[in-house]
């Protein structure tokens, strides 16, 4: 009984985030933040190294697998991961500030 | 309910998962574009070739969003371009010199006055018709009449420089292009007939064309071939005598204007401006009174020196060949062989001696009897 309860109120919870995260990309998309986030986040990882980086780890994979049997799908598989570990915190840290912000400003609003 | 939630607190744990994924969302992207951008350089073979980087290409061919400066990023410089009037020497737009040159030259498909003329005269009949289209607004049948009226008006109104060259051509001369050259207007010339104001040049080239015997009745000449089967030999040597001769005369005034008073330097622009002049602006009495009293002449009111010398000759040459002329015309012999010795020099010059060949004093008489019909 009590593990149905708990399930139950995971359940709730994930469907309560899922619906977060919905209406928070839908008001980013809707007022283009969402854009200028993405811009403001390249600008910065290029300015800390991050692109150079993960290029240099890029070209080491190729590499590996020949230039010519190299496909996207490889590419993402292997860089998804590595680019999200290498991001700076004082780079995640300012996005999650000025997203903060910006939904703060839709509330009051 | 979900908005109470993201205002509620910075430290609540569902949003700040909720912001991380987010936030990953976003890195996952720009690595995802890295990744299509290197796997096109991949593919396309430039991923390791050193210094080819995009994203510095890319920063240098942007597009540049500024004011002031095009999308280069360059002051825009207004380029002006201007011509040169070779007639009057001003300066002018580009688009403005074609209108320019009708006016300043007198001529192109409408010249200043033309074009004046037949404004005037539209306006005219284009008052009347607009009144009438009023009127007949309403009538559907009515209009494509009246278009068709005011066209033929049109046609009928429409005067073409060109037809009236050609025109004035056929009755003996393009006094126009004179009345032009001297700055005379050309309505006060065209009373009189138009062979008289034509030059050297234009007189004989008339008459190497045409039958050119002058008419009693219409005064003008005649326009056919040299083989016209109305006038007779004869009479068309009258006629080449006549005009030929009379522009002899204006020579010879030349001359002793030359001799008498100017220098070289000077003199060369004044003779030339003086030739327009007298060729131009000559009638019978003049070139008769010339004739008659070729020593004590005195000197004509000078014009201006103008620009239009079409023939500009060296300075000494015109002048010694005018003193020879006027030694042979003076002593009355051995002015036939002298034409083609001068034709080196302006058209006028030559054509003039060529002329001495025919005219002789006693025959001043006969041809001023000519002129009193004309």
Same mark, same amino acid.
């Given at each position: 009984m009590t593990i149905?309860?708990?399930?139950?109120?995971?359940?709730?919870?994930?469907?309560? !985030?899922?619906?977060?995260?919905?209406?928070?990309?839908?008001?980013?998309v809707e007022t283009g933040e969402r854009e200028r986030l993405k811009e403001l986040l390249r600008?910065?990882?290029?300015?800390?190294?991050?692109? !150079?980086?993960?290029?240099?780890?890029?070209?080491?994979?190729?590499?590996?697998?020949?230039?010519?049997?190299?496909?996207?799908?490889?590419?993402?598989?292997?860089?998804?991961?590595?680019?999200? %570990?290498?991001?700076?915190?004082?780079?995640?840290k300012e996005l999650l500030q000025r997203i903060r912000t910006f939904l703060a400003q839709q509330s009051n609003m | 309910m979900v908005e109470a939630d993201v205002t509620q607190s910075d430290l609540d744990p569902d949003q700040k998962a909720v912001l991380d994924s987010v936030i990953e969302e976003l890195i996952d992207e720009v690595s995802l574009g890295l990744c299509f951008e290197i796997h096109r350089s991949c593919k396309v073979g430039s991923l390791f070739l050193s210094g080819f980087d995009d994203t510095a290409s890319d920063t240098e061919y942007a597009i540049i969003d500024r004011p002031g400066v095009d999308v280069l990023g360059q002051v825009p410089s207004k380029k002006s371009y201007e011509c040169v009037c070779p007639n009057?020497?001003?300066?002018?737009?580009?688009?403005?010199?074609?209108?320019?040159?009708?006016?300043?030259?007198?001529?192109?498909?409408?010249?200043?006055r033309i074009a004046s003329r037949r404004i005037a005269n539209n306006q005219k009949h284009g008052s009347e018709e607009s009144g009438q289209e009023d009127e007949n607004d309403n009538d559907w049948n009515y209009a494509p009449e009246s278009k068709r009226v005011r066209k033929m008006k049109k046609e009928k109104s429409t005067n073409s420089p060109r037809n009236r060259r050609l025109a004035k051509l056929r009755n003996g001369g393009s006094s126009h292009d004179a009345a032009a050259v001297t700055g005379d207007s050309a309505e006060s010339l065209e009373a009189a007939p138009n062979y008289e104001k034509m030059t050297l040049e234009e007189r004989k080239a008339l008459l190497l064309t045409s039958c050119g015997v002058i008419s009693e009745h219409t005064k003008r000449m005649c326009t056919r071939t040299g083989r016209c089967v109305q006038h007779s030999d004869e009479q068309r040597r009258q006629v080449r005598q006549l005009l030929l001769r009379q522009s002899r005369a204006h020579d010879l005034e030349d001359i002793h204007?030359?001799? !008498?008073?100017?220098?070289?330097?000077?003199?060369?622009?004044?003779?030339?401006?003086?030739?327009?002049?007298?060729?131009?602006?000559? $009638?019978?009495?003049?070139?008769?009174?010339?004739?008659?009293?070729l020593s004590g002449m005195p000197l004509p009111p000078s014009?201006?020196?103008s620009g239009h010398s %079409?023939?500009?000759?060296?300075?000494?040459?015109?002048?010694? =060949?005018?003193?020879? $002329?006027?030694?042979?015309?003076?002593?009355? %012999?051995?002015?036939? $062989? *002298?034409?083609?010795?001068?034709?080196?020099?302006?058209? *006028?010059? %030559?054509?003039?001696?060529?002329?001495?060949?025919?005219?002789?004093?006693? *025959?001043?008489? =006969?041809?001023?009897?000519?002129?009193?019909?004309?």
């Amino acid at each position: 009984m009590t593990i149905l309860v708990f399930i139950q109120s995971l359940q709730e919870r994930k469907l309560k !985030d899922a619906q977060m995260r919905a209406t928070i990309n839908q008001k980013l998309v809707e007022t283009g933040e969402r854009e200028r986030l993405k811009e403001l986040l390249r600008a910065r990882l290029i300015e800390c190294g991050w692109r !150079d980086e993960l290029k240099a780890y890029c070209k080491e994979i190729v590499q590996q697998k020949g230039l010519e049997h190299i496909t996207v799908d490889d590419l993402v598989t292997e860089m998804t991961p590595r680019g999200r %570990s290498l991001v700076p915190d004082e780079v995640k840290k300012e996005l999650l500030q000025r997203i903060r912000t910006f939904l703060a400003q839709q509330s009051n609003m | 309910m979900v908005e109470a939630d993201v205002t509620q607190s910075d430290l609540d744990p569902d949003q700040k998962a909720v912001l991380d994924s987010v936030i990953e969302e976003l890195i996952d992207e720009v690595s995802l574009g890295l990744c299509f951008e290197i796997h096109r350089s991949c593919k396309v073979g430039s991923l390791f070739l050193s210094g080819f980087d995009d994203t510095a290409s890319d920063t240098e061919y942007a597009i540049i969003d500024r004011p002031g400066v095009d999308v280069l990023g360059q002051v825009p410089s207004k380029k002006s371009y201007e011509c040169v009037c070779p007639n009057c020497q001003r300066h002018l737009a580009a688009s403005r010199f074609a209108p320019h040159l009708e006016k300043c030259m007198g001529m192109g498909r409408n010249s200043s006055r033309i074009a004046s003329r037949r404004i005037a005269n539209n306006q005219k009949h284009g008052s009347e018709e607009s009144g009438q289209e009023d009127e007949n607004d309403n009538d559907w049948n009515y209009a494509p009449e009246s278009k068709r009226v005011r066209k033929m008006k049109k046609e009928k109104s429409t005067n073409s420089p060109r037809n009236r060259r050609l025109a004035k051509l056929r009755n003996g001369g393009s006094s126009h292009d004179a009345a032009a050259v001297t700055g005379d207007s050309a309505e006060s010339l065209e009373a009189a007939p138009n062979y008289e104001k034509m030059t050297l040049e234009e007189r004989k080239a008339l008459l190497l064309t045409s039958c050119g015997v002058i008419s009693e009745h219409t005064k003008r000449m005649c326009t056919r071939t040299g083989r016209c089967v109305q006038h007779s030999d004869e009479q068309r040597r009258q006629v080449r005598q006549l005009l030929l001769r009379q522009s002899r005369a204006h020579d010879l005034e030349d001359i002793h204007i030359d001799i !008498d008073t100017f220098d070289d330097a000077e003199s060369q622009s004044l003779r030339e401006s003086l030739q327009w002049d007298v060729s131009s602006n000559s $009638s019978p009495a003049d070139s008769t009174s010339t004739n008659n009293s070729l020593s004590g002449m005195p000197l004509p009111p000078s014009t201006t020196a103008s620009g239009h010398s %079409s023939n500009p000759s060296s300075l000494g040459a015109p002048t010694t =060949h005018k003193r020879s $002329s006027a030694k042979s015309s003076n002593s009355n %012999s051995k002015a036939g $062989s *002298k034409p083609k010795k001068h034709k080196t020099n302006a058209g *006028k010059h %030559s054509v003039s001696s060529s002329s001495s060949s025919a005219s002789s004093s006693n *025959k001043d008489q =006969h041809s001023s009897n000519l002129y009193d019909f004309s």
